[in-house]
């Protein structure tokens, strides 16, 4: 190898700058290599590429040498120095390392770098002579380019695929804060995300060492007053600041063959806002039910004051109607037996009429109402049909009976004329008496609430004129009042 001695200086400068960059970019490949998906702690492709790398060092190792003007060429470490021709057996070793893999994985590209690691041995080299010089620049120039080529495809995949330095970086971008210590404390790992968290509860930026965090953390949350501060069962959680409150946990976690502490804080912000807007809106539901109690029981008490309304009613014109008759037929002179056989009859069934019952006949009761005041001498005339809408014709009637009592009790009436009839979007009633006028104004005492009662049920409406003849007039829409509408 003394032939590398005739170089001029320039060319030795740039062997040895080229030999350590490409051992500097080689050593960089072997650890992508190491650090990507999968990769397994040793295989020979990786053994391979760390020969390579032992040959850069040797080849600038010998650039150096020749630099220096040793004489001889040396791989120096310190105070020990070994001939670097010996050493190049490794070469040797390579080369057939590179033949059978690029067999296995039929890779012929690399038959370039084999046969120029089985030129640069100690046999090949006594051959070459004078041409040793020429091998060494050729050998700085194609690991140059290999060691380039293999550094940009590096990067490539490392940006394509996910390796173990990606994933420590993707740790470290997390948004939950993670920190990993040893069981005396060390930490060992933490990410940016909880050294901000720590640090905003007062921590020191450079933490090295978690003995006693989780006891200060504890302890914040028990001094704090309301708000999201609290020790759960599954973690301490805190208010970081008035935007961002954490939920810190620890256990334990096996990396490698041995456990570690870990500790996380989860960023809690949006579920915190969510159970607050549940609160307020369960506090919202518990007030709505409260008034929807309290408007069920005034719902309660209508219905009952309702249904002790109607009971009234439905007392005043059953039992108005049969005292009417009773007292009309007691003031008869010349009563007749077979008429008092009839009043004692209606007068026995006062009680059963007074229940109401599921389905009322409104023209059955009309008839009946006819036939009832006929035994008393009044006649009711009735002209046009009663109303196609059942509960119509039922107030109707209720009216028609409530008027024909007033005429009998209080107009001393002979005749009540009915009049039915239909205007455009109502039914109409009117109902006149040949009894005496009515003298001064007209007190409603229970029977007229009681008729006004039943036509408001249906949407109608009750109007009266005293004048002579007494005249009762009311009026209710055809169709059927929907929920909610004026009446």
């Known amino acids: 190898m003394g032939f590398l001695f005739e170089l001029d200086t320039p060319v030795i400068v740039a062997l040895v700058v080229s030999f350590y960059v490409a051992a500097g970019g080689q050593l960089l490949h072997v650890l992508f290599l190491s650090t990507r998906r999968g990769a397994r702690p ?68 690399m038959t370039s770098e084999i046969a120029l690691m089985a030129l640069i041995t100690p046999p090949s080299i006594d051959m070459l002579g004078h041409l040793v010089p020429y091998l060494l620049i050729g050998d700085a120039a194609f690991f140059v380019f290999r060691v380039g080529a293999a550094l940009t495809l590096d990067v490539r995949a490392g940006r394509r695929s996910v390796s173990r330095l990606s994933i420590i970086d993707s740790i470290r971008a997390l948004p939950e804060g993670v920190i990993c210590a040893d069981d005396e ?194 006649v009711i005339s009735v002209e046009g049909p009663l109303p196609c809408r059942s509960e119509v014709a039922i107030a109707f009637v209720d009216v028609v009976r409530e008027a024909a009592t007033n005429a009998a009790k209080h107009g001393q009436a002979h005749r009540v004329d009915v009049s039915l009839g239909e205007s455009p979007g109502y039914y109409t009633l009117s109902v006149q008496n040949d009894g005496a006028a009515a003298r001064g104004e007209v007190h409603e005492g229970t029977g007229f609430p009681s008729m006004r009662r039943a036509l408001a049920r249906v949407g109608g409406t009750l109007s009266i004129v005293s004048t002579s003849p007494f005249t009762i007039e009311a009026q209710a829409p055809c169709a059927p009042l929907h929920e909610g509408e004026d009446q």
């Not at 760390?50 to 220096?68: E, G, I, K, M, R």
């Not at 040396?74 to 057996?89: G, M, Q």
């Open 185 to 378: 404390g060390r930490i060992l790992f933490m990410n940016e995300s909880m050294r901000s968290c720590l640090t905003a509860l007062g921590f020191a930026g450079d933490l090295a060492e978690t003995r006693g965090v989780w006891d200060d953390l504890e302890e914040m949350a028990n001094k704090a007053e309301g708000g999201a501060d609290a020790v759960l069962p599954e973690g301490i959680r805190l208010e970081i600041s008035p935007d961002e409150t954490r939920l810190f946990m620890r256990d334990r976690v096996r990396l490698g063959h041995k456990e570690y502490r870990r500790m996380v804080a989860f960023d809690v912000t949006e579920e915190e806002s969510i159970n607050s807007d549940i609160e307020r809106m369960n506090h919202f539901l518990d007030v709505a039910n409260t008034e929807l109690v309290a408007a069920v029981e005034n719902a309660r008490e209508v219905s009952r004051n309702e249904a002790i309304l109607r009971m009234r009613s439905r007392v005043h014109d059953t039992v108005g109607q049969r005292l009417s008759i009773l007292h009309r037929y007691l003031e008869d002179d010349d009563p007749d037996p077979e008429k008092l056989a009839c009043v004692v009859d209606l007068a026995r069934t006062v009680v059963e009429d007074l229940a109401e019952p599921d389905d009322i006949d409104a023209e059955g009761a009309l008839r009946a109402i006819e036939s009832s005041f006929s035994l008393v001498g009044i």
């Open 42 to 109: 040793f295989s020979l492709v990786k053994l391979y590429e760390v020969l390579l790398f032992v040959h850069l060092l040797l080849a600038a190792a010998t650039a150096n040498s020749v630099h220096s003007g040793y004489g001889v060429a040396l791989f120096r470490l310190k105070a020990f120095s070994f001939p670097i021709e010996s050493l190049l057996w490794i070469d040797a070793v390579a080369a057939l390392l590179g033949l059978a893999l690029a067999i296995a994985y039929r890779r012929p590209i």
